[in-house]
């Protein structure tokens, strides 16, 4: 980042131009954040004239989308871009040349920035079904990944322990699985339950209100409906998708007392595997089919994710039904009746104009004709797919589980975590293009990557922020710049600087990182 001498002042009543109407909305965000955060009032009106900060958008031949140029002189701040999105990220670097603290005369150091992101895909993940979070919360998650010039939220919305968007057309989908007796205590497998009632879900007008939210920051939202696998919470619901309906959930203990009087089909109160999945009868397609219609209507995300992962195969090699479907269809086994699975929804999908994203296990059996993997069990998923010339997500555990200890051990871990150990550094030495896949032809296909967050062990937004903070600022970096640009000793240096925004930004995270 060239800086020259010299700094650019801005105070209450400075106004901010924007030359096209497709600006408003990031005028007016930047507006917002100085007022609220810094408390400065600046004055937003569209015009071709001087501002103290110009947004504006020139296209240009052969640059990448997103990129943008931002220049700050005694005259004012001028952001182009060559895209609106390029816009926005331009007035994300502005506002990490701002201030740390509230002031009434913001200096903006003079510069000249050129910038460009590296991967079209940079992702956060995060689970609402072990542990609900609030609409409030989620768009304050979505505004640091904004921060940070993310551009996907992978929203994990069902699960065995929860089912968190309401289906008009099968209510007992929220009224039933998004609700569960009790939760274990402490560490899997746990010391004890909690017996009592938890739950919650979003309505789709609530839906409706944060996608708007993430597309004025530039965030498309990737639901996720979890099959065949990952199903107790709609199976509780509806117990004939099960292939055996009349058959008790299997409750792994400590299980709670709250259940005793309830139907035999019931929602998970601990973490792990369990063996009751989706059956492939007409009845269960039919049924993900209509559930899939209703998220397609709320999300406009090109991609819809289908899960894919961690589906036992023992309820299928037990039922008679599905045993005879893998005769008919001639598959191999029941991988091979996972692989008809995907690859049916898959076609669905495609046929509303979609595309399927799958966990890779959705590799097992042979891979649906147009799905993009999201590989997470190492790398080896998604160098497969991507042989197979298959677009690919990397999200391998070992770099990219933000709910994993941020200490070096997790004896120095100040709170309960799934798993030992992803430290900052590790993190930050993340290559998403994996060396098999390097200066081939399939390395355009790894589209990014992303972190996840899964919930068992985050029982509170300040507990996602912990474990999110400052691994995301790493992360942003691995994704927005080119390897040979990184260098840790400088990041760590700027990471200090961060630490006081997020202070600002009143953000929990984790002061410890390099224990």
């Known amino acids: 980042m060239p800086v020259s001498g010299g700094s650019l002042e801005i105070t209450a009543g400075a106004t901010v131009v924007f030359t096209n109407d497709s600006l408003q909305q990031s005028a007016a965000y930047l507006q917002e954040y100085l007022k609220e955060v810094l408390q400065v009032n600046i004055v937003v009106e569209k015009g071709a004239g001087e501002g103290r900060v110009l947004l504006s958008i020139e296209p240009e031949k052969g640059a990448p989308a997103g990129a943008y140029t931002l220049h700050v002189d ?55 079904t072990r542990h609900f979070f609030p609409v409030a919360f989620v768009k304050k998650y979505i505004d640091n990944l904004a921060r940070h010039k993310m551009n996907y939220f992978h929203w994990h919305l069902t699960d065995d322990q929860g089912w968190r968007i309401e289906i008009k057309k099968y209510p007992l989908l929220t009224t039933v699985g998004g609700y569960r007796n009790g939760t274990i205590i402490g560490h899997f497998p ?21 996608v708007a939210y993430a597309a004025s920051r530039y965030i498309t939202i990737i639901p996720e409906i979890e099959m065949p696998g990952h199903a107790s919470a709609a199976i509780a619901a509806y117990p004939q998708l099960s292939c055996f309906p009349d058959s008790a959930t299997y409750m792994r203990p400590p299980v709670s007392t709250l259940n005793k009087a309830l139907p035999v089909k019931k929602v998970q109160e601990t973490w792990g595997v369990f063996s009751d999945v989706f059956c492939p009868r007409e009845y269960t397609f039919q049924f993900l089919q209509d559930v899939l219609d209703e998220v397609m209507a709320l999300f406009p995300a090109r991609y819809i994710h289908i899960g894919g992962d961690e589906c036992p195969k023992d309820a299928w090699k037990q039922s008679a039904f599905s045993q005879q479907l893998i005769q008919e269809k001639g598959l191999k086994d029941e991988h091979g009746l996972q692989s008809y699975f995907v690859q049916r929804i898959e076609k669905y999908v495609n046929s509303k104009g979609r595309s399927i994203i799958g966990w890779d296990e959705i590799l097992e059996g042979g891979l649906a004709p147009n799905a993009v993997v999201m590989s997470w069990r190492g790398e080896e998923g998604g160098i497969e797919a991507a042989k197979q010339n298959h677009d690919v997500i990397m999200t391998p555990a070992g770099f990219a589980y933000f709910d994993y200890s941020q200490a070096l051990s997790k004896e120095k871990e100040d709170s309960v975590t799934i798993g030992c150990c992803l430290p900052l550094q590790k993190v930050y030495s993340y290559e998403p293009v994996p060396t098999a896949l390097q200066h081939t032809q399939q390395e355009q296909f790894v589209l990014g990557a992303q972190a996840n967050m899964w919930s068992e062990y985050l029982h509170y937004p300040s507990s996602v922020m912990y474990q999110a903070l400052p691994r995301l600022a790493a992360l942003c970096e691995v994704l927005w710049s080119k390897k040979e640009l990184r260098d840790w000793d400088d990041f760590s240096s700027r990471l200090q600087y961060q630490q006081k925004r997020y202070e600002l930004w009143k953000l929990n995270y984790n002061k410890g990182y390099a224990q």
């Open 74 to 128: 005694g005259k004012g701040v001028s952001i182009t871009g060559r895209d609106k999105e390029g816009v926005f990220y331009g007035i994300q670097t502005l506002i990490q040349l701002l201030p740390v603290q509230q002031s009434t005369v913001l200096r903006v150091p003079f510069t000249d920035i050129y910038d460009y992101p590296r991967f079209q895909y940079r992702g956060m993940h995060l689970d609402v």
């Open 190 to 210: 746990g010391t004890a339950n909690t017996n009592t009632y938890y739950g919650g879900y979003y309505t789709q007008e609530e839906i409706k209100e944060v």
